[in-house]
């Protein structure tokens, strides 16, 4: 099994979102920010017992997104705006403490830009689709969109090549600011 942790919108902003989104193909994943690449990720026994003790203590965390950006020609994503979600990734980092290596390879720590992925050219979409999806997004997001995360979601894949799904969200319930 493998896993990342993500934070997801509210259900209306969700379903928005993924209304926009199957206009060029089924997304592979709900619309999600990934706090936690599955690198590191693959015995639950190991970091989820740890993970779901720091939600219990964490607050919700106030998101922002704001604009719409993309990663070289390959992925369109609203830019989202969050101290509290870094500060939520760094927390996570400390408690897994994947080798160095791990964090370069996926963006982590001090590379890590959170993201709301719009479309990629991994799901079958051309550069044409993508510059189309990033001239629709504009438009159609002109100004910021603010939500609470309430949640952490856990994501899980029960094999190579197999989608991920969601497996289980961990409330971030604390009584005192955290972030």
């Given at each position: 099994?493998?896993?990342f942790l993500a934070v997801v919108p509210p259900i209306e902003l969700a379903m928005q979102i993924e209304l926009f989104r199957a206009q060029w193909g089924q997304p592979t994943l709900?619309?999600?920010?990934?706090?936690?690449?599955?690198?590191?990720?693959?015995?639950?026994?190991?970091?989820?017992?740890?993970?779901?003790?720091?939600?219990?203590?964490?607050?919700?965390?106030?998101?922002?997104?704001?604009?719409?950006?993309?990663?070289?020609?390959?992925?369109?994503?609203?830019?989202?705006?969050?101290?509290?979600?870094?500060?939520?990734?760094?927390?996570?980092?400390?408690?897994?403490?994947?080798?160095?290596?791990?964090?370069?390879?996926?963006?982590?720590?001090?590379?890590?830009?959170?993201?709301?992925?719009?479309?990629?050219?991994?799901?079958?979409?051309?550069?044409?689709?993508?510059?189309?999806?990033?001239?629709?997004?504009?438009?159609?997001?002109?100004?910021?969109?603010?939500?609470?995360?309430q949640t952490l979601r856990v994501f899980r894949s029960s094999g190579p090549n197999q989608t991920y799904e969601m497996y289980m969200d961990l409330p971030l319930s604390g009584k005192?600011?955290?972030?």
């Amino acid at each position: 099994m493998k896993y990342f942790l993500a934070v997801v919108p509210p259900i209306e902003l969700a379903m928005q979102i993924e209304l926009f989104r199957a206009q060029w193909g089924q997304p592979t994943l709900p619309a999600h920010i990934t706090v936690k690449a599955p690198n590191s990720l693959s015995d639950e026994n190991l970091w989820l017992p740890a993970v779901q003790s720091f939600c219990q203590d964490a607050t919700p965390i106030a998101v922002q997104l704001d604009g719409i950006g993309h990663f070289s020609s390959t992925v369109v994503y609203w830019r989202v705006e969050s101290a509290g979600l870094v500060a939520l990734h760094q927390s996570l980092l400390a408690i897994i403490n994947p080798p160095e290596p791990e964090r370069i390879a996926y963006f982590e720590g001090s590379a890590y830009v959170p993201h709301l992925t719009l479309a990629h050219l991994s799901n079958g979409t051309t550069t044409t689709t993508l510059s189309t999806v990033y001239e629709q997004a504009t438009q159609h997001w002109l100004h910021p969109v603010d939500f609470i995360a309430q949640t952490l979601r856990v994501f899980r894949s029960s094999g190579p090549n197999q989608t991920y799904e969601m497996y289980m969200d961990l409330p971030l319930s604390g009584k005192s600011s955290s972030f």
